[in-house]
C-alpha cells in the first residue's frame, strides 16, 4: 500500500498557487567557453510536468543549477514559485526540491539517518521529522532497506531515497534532473508513476530534464527541446510529433504475388513512402490503421506484418535540427 503525505495545512489549491516557473532571456556564459545556455524564455503552470529534452552538453543541467539558484545566471530574469532566483534565493531553496544528476549521499548514513538530517535542515519538528520520514520511505519502497547504510544500495535505491529527501518539506516545485540515468526499466517505471502521482493528486510543479524519448513523451504535459543552449521547440509531445508529420502504416504482404494489389489499396489512404522491399508503405493522409485493416479484409489480401509507425520526439529533434538526438552525447560547454 502507497502512503499518502499531506501537510493538513496546506491544500492542493494553496500548494498551486504561485508554485509556476517564469524564465525570460536567461543566459549562463562560462569563462573561455561558448554560452551553455543562449537565452532560453520558457513558462511552466503550477502543477505542470515539464519535460526538458536534449543531448548531453545541450544545457539541460545548466539551466536547473540557475533556476535552483546554484549557479548565477550571466544574463536575463526567472522566477520560481513567484520568487526572483538572484534577488531571493532564500525564499526560492524554501519552496522547492531538487533531485540531481549527483545524489549528495553519505555511504555511512542509512537511509533513515538521511531523511533524520534533511528533515532536521528544514527545520521540521522532532515527531513530525519521524512521520514524514517512515511516509517517505514507505512511499518510495524503501522501508525494509530504511536501516541499511546507502553505500550497500543498489542505483535505483539511490535515485528513490535522493527523490524522497526532495520531497522532505512539501515542495511546490520539484527539479529533477535526468532521474532515471542508469536505472533498470522496474525502478525507471516506479520513479515515473511517483512522478506522474506528485503533478496529478498532489499540484506539485515538476521540470524534468531528460535524455530519454519515452520519459518525456510518458511524463511530461509539455516538452522543450534544447539543443547548444538554445530551445528549438516547445508544445505537447502529441502536438510537437504531428509538426513532423503523419503516421505511416507498413504492411508485409503474407503472398508476395499480392504486393501490387496491397499497394493498390494503401494509396487509397496515403502516399507512398520508402521502406523496405518485402513491404509496402504509405504516410497516412486519409484513414486510420483500422479502415486499412478493413480494407485489406475486403480485397482478401493477408498479410503477415502490419504496423503503425507514429512520428517520434527524436524525429523532432531530427527534423528542428538536423542530427538525431540519440547519440548526440557531445560536449557543448555545459558544466555540472
Same mark, same amino acid.
Given at each position: 500500500?502507497?502512503?499518502?503525505? %499531506?501537510?493538513? *495545512? ?13 524564465? +525570460? ?42 533556476? *535552483? ?11 520560481? !514559485? ?22 549528495? #549521499?553519505?555511504? #555511512? ?44 544500495? %543498489? ?5 528513490? #531515497? ?38 496529478? +493528486? ?17 511524463? !511530461? ?14 508544445? *505537447? ?22 504486393? !501490387?494489389?496491397?499497394?493498390? *489499396? ?58 538525431? #538526438? +540519440? ?10
Amino acid at each position: 500500500m502507497v502512503a499518502t503525505i %499531506s501537510d493538513e *495545512t496546506i491544500t492542493r489549491q494553496e500548494r498551486k498557487r504561485g508554485s509556476g516557473i517564469e524564465v +525570460e532571456g536567461l543566459v549562463r556564459e562560462f569563462r573561455k567557453g561558448p554560452r551553455a545556455v543562449d537565452g532560453i524564455s520558457l513558462s511552466v503552470a503550477p502543477g505542470e510536468i515539464y519535460g526538458f529534452l536534449g543531448p548531453n552538453g545541450a544545457g539541460k543541467s545548466t539551466t536547473v543549477l540557475m533556476l *535552483t539558484t546554484l549557479l548565477p545566471p550571466t544574463a536575463g530574469v526567472a522566477r520560481v !514559485a513567484g520568487h526572483d532566483i538572484v534577488r531571493e534565493g532564500p525564499k526560492v531553496r524554501a519552496a522547492i526540491g531538487a533531485a540531481l544528476q549527483e545524489a549528495a #549521499l553519505d555511504p #555511512l548514513l542509512t537511509g533513515r539517518e538521511h531523511l533524520g538530517l534533511q528533515a532536521a535542515l528544514h527545520g521540521l519538528p522532532k515527531q513530525e521529522r519521524k512521520r514524514r520520514g517512515e511516509a517517505l520511505l514507505e512511499r518510495v519502497g524503501l522501508t525494509e532497506a530504511a536501516d541499511r547504510k546507502v553505500g550497500g544500495y %543498489s542505483g535505483g535505491m539511490k535515485r528513490r #531515497l535522493d527523490l524522497a529527501l526532495a520531497l522532505v518539506h512539501n515542495p511546490r516545485v520539484l527539479f529533477l534532473d535526468e532521474p532515471t540515468t542508469g536505472l533498470d526499466p522496474q525502478s525507471r517505471s516506479a520513479l515515473w508513476q511517483e512522478v506522474a502521482r506528485l503533478a496529478h +493528486e498532489e499540484g506539485v510543479t515538476v521540470f524534468l530534464t531528460t535524455q530519454y524519448l519515452e520519459e518525456a513523451d510518458q511524463l !511530461a504535459d509539455r516538452v522543450g527541446i534544447i539543443d547548444r543552449g538554445r530551445i528549438v521547440a516547445e508544445d *505537447t509531445p502529441a502536438a510537437l510529433k504531428a509538426q513532423v508529420g503523419r503516421p505511416s502504416v507498413e504492411a508485409v504482404p503474407a503472398n508476395p504475388k499480392d504486393r !501490387a494489389a496491397i499497394q493498390r *489499396t494503401l494509396e487509397r489512404f496515403g502516399d507512398l513512402v520508402t521502406t523496405q522491399s518485402s513491404a509496402v508503405a504509405v504516410r497516412l493522409s486519409r484513414g486510420d490503421l483500422t479502415d486499412v485493416v478493413r480494407a485489406l479484409d475486403v480485397e482478401g489480401l493477408p498479410v503477415a506484418n502490419l504496423k503503425l509507425n507514429a512520428p517520434t520526439l527524436d524525429d523532432v529533434f531530427l527534423a528542428k535540427t538536423g542530427r538525431s #538526438l +540519440e547519440g548526440a552525447g557531445e560536449s557543448e560547454g555545459e558544466q555540472g
